[in-house]
């Protein structure tokens, strides 16, 4: 999986080279497996943990 930071950084290089950020298209999203829930917080609530202390840490965890 793609961490958020990796992704930001992407998405920053994408901007700064003059490019266009755009949706993933629907027909995609087909291919993609469902992960269920229970995943996906678990990728969150480990992201949240990699946010330096005084970053929002709590404000982002709720």
């Not at 990796?6 to 993609?32: E, K, N, P, Q, Y």
């Not at 949240?48 to 840490?57: E, L, M, Y």
């Amino acid at each position: 999986a793609i961490s958020l930071d990796a992704l930001a950084r992407m998405s920053l290089r994408v901007r700064s080279a003059g490019g266009t950020l755009r949706g993933i298209d629907d027909h995609d999203w087909d291919d993609l497996p469902d992960l269920e829930s229970g995943f996906i917080d678990a990728a969150w609530r480990h992201e949240v943990t990699r946010i330096t202390p005084g970053d929002d840490a709590e404000r982002v965890a709720r």
